[in-house]
């Protein structure tokens, strides 16, 4: 019986992974497939792009909120710093567009720095005051 991608995602997968180890190619459910892989990489975007943007808000933060600076402001730079380089590691060609992943991810981060202190966005530069070494440098504390 022949599952449905729709209807029982999983047990989809386990029927393509049946017929791609048995060779049965004819059988295989090629488009949803591609899509699923498209999927993933979008996914690791999505991931590398969050990490990003949580650490540039909290550098915001740290930087135009010293007066607030904590234990807890730092955990989380720590922790998006390690995270956002796993991403690297488990998927380097995301370092192919480093430049666009930052831009787009400080772009949200200027929005969440302005919810999270309630500060004017315009406090906050338009653009990334910071090069990416600097923000996963573990020195790298703004001031």
């Excluded at 729709?6 to 047990?11: A, C, H, L, N």
């Excluded at 591609?34 to 990489?41: D, Q």
């Excluded at 909120?65 to 995270?83: M, N, V």
Aim: charged fraction near 35%; charge should be negative.
């Amino acid at each position: 019986m022949t599952t449905r991608y729709d209807s029982d995602f999983y047990g989809w997968t386990q029927e393509q992974a049946g017929l791609l180890r048995s060779g049965d190619f004819s059988q295989l459910d090629t488009e949803n497939i591609l899509e699923e892989i498209e999927a993933m990489g979008r996914s690791e975007r999505r991931e590398l792009r969050s990490r990003l943007e949580i650490l540039l808000a909290h550098l915001l933060k740290w930087k135009y909120q010293a007066d607030r600076r904590g234990r807890s402001w730092e955990l989380t730079i720590e922790e998006q710093r390690d995270k956002a380089t796993d991403c690297l590691q488990e998927s380097p060609s995301l370092k192919n567009k480093l430049d666009e992943h930052l831009e787009k991810a400080y772009t949200a981060a200027r929005r969440l720095a302005e919810k999270e202190t309630l500060m004017n966005r315009n406090i906050f530069p338009e653009t990334c005051p910071w090069t990416f070494e600097q923000i996963m440098d573990e020195n790298f504390w703004p001031e």
